[in-house]
């Protein structure tokens, strides 16, 4: 979330560039900056109260000392009426601290000033587009038709299972998929990130901590009777690691990878583009994360872009990078560039990447800070991307690879199948 005193700081540029959002933020920066002076002016009423305690509670000692019982006694009557004030101030105090922080949590962080203006997906900025374009003829199918035709993804048999949504990979496809995850994890690992084991559910404050929470509750499956949360993400537990925890400057920057299923409800979602891989309510993907100083932070959103390029080139499928607009940058995201590979039997292009720049905002939920050259706290940035979400990605090797004989499968993939084609 948003820190009070940059808030307090710079109030006008915030609104301004929270318009990016298509928000008109005053009224709500104007509550947060009431909320504020309010709770300070308690503070400082409950400060001097208890500053007035001690200086009493050390003369009744002094008298004490001196043989003025009779006269501590009378002041200690006071003390007594200081403690009763002191208690109702600190519950006046936390109240409007957690009605500050209710407004906080509901305000998006600030875009980047190079976000461009937009309401939706169709206003977002392409900076790039590379590769090359596969010709298909005429028979080419589609990848839910491919995996029933060469029997490696059960659709129907996901649906007995547990609903739609939920796919069932076999055979060459299932070795396909973990070959995916490996060859990501390893790409990663070999870029300097660490990679981890994450659990698959998280707590109500790593939902919080990372801004999936009050967001995104719709979205999330939610197991009541725990309180706990299937992650959409590895970003939740991963990013969660450095809750409430100083690291060191020197250790900066820090880089983890972590595989794991992501369940999302996708409430809503119906109609032709929501076949087969192309929206699911579980699936694979390989995070990085990064912790970094807020001085290097955009350079290191630039290595993130950089490095999901060289897998995409890698895998030799026709990508384009797109800056997010306003309308469709997520609600604690700063800066957001998606990749979206080029389904060629589709004809369409389907996002199989997000790599954002959360800045403070998640940090600062966190406490997640590094105690600078001058020997004070400071929050540190936050930063993920997904490198890669697989069903897409498996979608468009399955499409743009297929022949006449058969899928064949990427060069880079071959020593993690240990197979060249699908027929």
Same mark, same amino acid.
């Given at each position: 979330?948003?820190?009070?005193?940059?808030?307090?700081?710079?109030?006008?540029?915030?609104?301004?560039?929270?318009?990016?959002?298509?928000?008109?933020? #005053?009224?709500?920066?104007?509550?947060?900056?009431?909320?504020?002076?309010?709770?300070?002016?308690?503070?400082?009423?409950?400060?001097?109260?208890?500053? =007035?305690?001690?200086?009493?509670?050390?003369?009744?000692?002094?008298?004490?000392?001196?043989?003025?019982?009779?006269?501590?006694?009378?002041?200690?009557?006071?003390?007594?009426?200081?403690?009763?004030?002191?208690?109702?101030?600190?519950?006046?105090?936390?109240? #409007?601290?957690?009605?500050?922080?209710?407004?906080?949590?509901?305000?998006?962080?600030?875009?980047?000033?190079?976000?461009?203006?937009?309401?939706?997906?169709?206003?977002?900025?392409?900076?790039?587009?590379?590769? #090359?374009?596969?010709?298909?003829?005429?028979?080419?199918?589609?990848?839910?038709?491919?995996?029933?035709?060469?029997?490696?993804?059960?659709?129907?048999?996901?649906?007995?299972?547990?609903?739609?949504?939920?796919?069932?990979?076999?055979?060459?496809?299932?070795?396909?998929?973990?070959?995916?995850?490996?060859?990501?994890?390893?790409?990663?690992?070999?870029?300097?990130?660490?990679?981890?084991?994450?659990?698959?559910?998280?707590?109500?404050?790593?939902?919080?901590?990372?801004?999936?929470?009050?967001?995104?509750?719709?979205?999330?499956?939610?197991?009541?009777?725990?309180?706990?949360?299937?992650?959409?993400?590895?970003?939740?537990?991963?990013?969660?690691?450095?809750?409430?925890?100083?690291?060191?400057?020197?250790?900066?920057?820090?880089?983890?990878?972590?595989?794991?299923?992501?369940?999302?409800?996708?409430?809503?979602?119906?109609?032709?583009?929501?076949?087969?891989?192309?929206?699911?309510?579980?699936?694979?993907?390989?995070? /990085?994360?990064?912790?970094?100083?807020?001085?290097?932070?955009?350079?290191?959103?630039?290595?993130?872009?950089?490095?999901?390029?060289?897998?995409? #080139? =890698?895998?030799?499928?026709?990508?384009?990078?797109?800056?997010?607009?306003?309308?469709?940058?997520?609600?604690?995201?700063?800066?957001?560039?998606?990749?979206?590979?080029?389904?060629?039997?589709?004809?369409?292009?389907?996002?199989?990447?997000?790599?954002?720049?959360? =800045?403070?905002?998640?940090?600062?939920?966190?406490?997640?800070?590094?105690?600078?050259?001058?020997?004070?706290?400071?929050?540190?940035?936050?930063?993920?991307?997904?490198?890669?979400?697989?069903?897409?990605?498996?979608?468009?090797?399955?499409?743009?690879?297929?022949?006449?004989?058969?899928?064949?499968?990427?060069?880079?993939? /071959?020593?993690?199948?240990?197979?060249?084609?699908?027929?």
């Amino acid at each position: 979330m948003l820190q009070v005193s940059h808030i307090r700081e710079n109030s006008e540029d915030i609104i301004k560039l929270l318009a990016i959002r298509n928000l008109d933020a #005053k009224l709500m920066i104007e509550d947060v900056l009431n909320f504020d002076e309010e709770r300070r002016q308690l503070q400082t009423k409950l400060d001097s109260t208890k500053a =007035e305690m001690n200086s009493i509670s050390k003369e009744i000692g002094n008298l004490f000392k001196s043989g003025q019982a009779e006269k501590a006694n009378e002041l200690k009557a006071k003390t007594s009426e200081l403690k009763e004030i002191i208690k109702f101030l600190e519950q006046e105090l936390n109240e #409007k601290a957690e009605a500050l922080n209710t407004l906080l949590y509901k305000i998006p962080n600030v875009p980047n000033p190079i976000v461009p203006k937009g309401n939706s997906d169709e206003d977002n900025l392409e900076t790039l587009r590379d590769g #090359k374009m596969p010709k298909l003829n005429d028979s080419a199918l589609p990848h839910w038709e491919l995996a029933k035709k060469y029997d490696i993804i059960d659709f129907e048999l996901g649906n007995k299972i547990a609903g739609a949504g939920f796919p069932v990979y076999k055979g060459k496809g299932a070795r396909l998929q973990r070959a995916l995850i490996a060859y990501f994890l390893d790409k990663n690992t070999d870029a300097g990130y660490s990679e981890y084991q994450l659990p698959h559910l998280v707590n109500e404050a790593s939902g919080f901590g990372t801004g999936q929470l009050p967001d995104k509750e719709g979205q999330m499956y939610h197991v009541t009777e725990d309180n706990l949360y299937l992650i959409p993400t590895a970003e939740v537990p991963g990013t969660n690691i450095f809750r409430d925890v100083i690291v060191d400057e020197s250790d900066l920057p820090i880089g983890i990878t972590g595989y794991t299923p992501c369940f999302r409800r996708e409430a809503g979602s119906y109609g032709a583009h929501v076949r087969g891989l192309n929206r699911l309510h579980q699936f694979d993907k390989v995070e /990085i994360i990064r912790v970094e100083h807020p001085t290097k932070s955009y350079e290191a959103l630039d290595n993130m872009v950089s490095h999901v390029q060289d897998i995409l #080139k =890698e895998l030799k499928l026709p990508y384009r990078i797109l800056r997010l607009c306003g309308g469709d940058l997520t609600f604690a995201s700063a800066l957001t560039y998606d990749f979206e590979v080029f389904s060629a039997a589709q004809e369409r292009w389907l996002e199989v990447s997000s790599v954002s720049n959360f =800045e403070t905002y998640q940090s600062n939920r966190l406490k997640l800070r590094f105690k600078n050259s001058d020997g004070k706290n400071e929050l540190a940035h936050t930063l993920n991307g997904s490198s890669l979400a697989l069903p897409r990605i498996l979608a468009s090797i399955l499409e743009n690879y297929q022949t006449e004989d058969g899928i064949k499968i990427p060069d880079v993939l /071959i020593p993690y199948t240990g197979f060249n084609i699908i027929n």
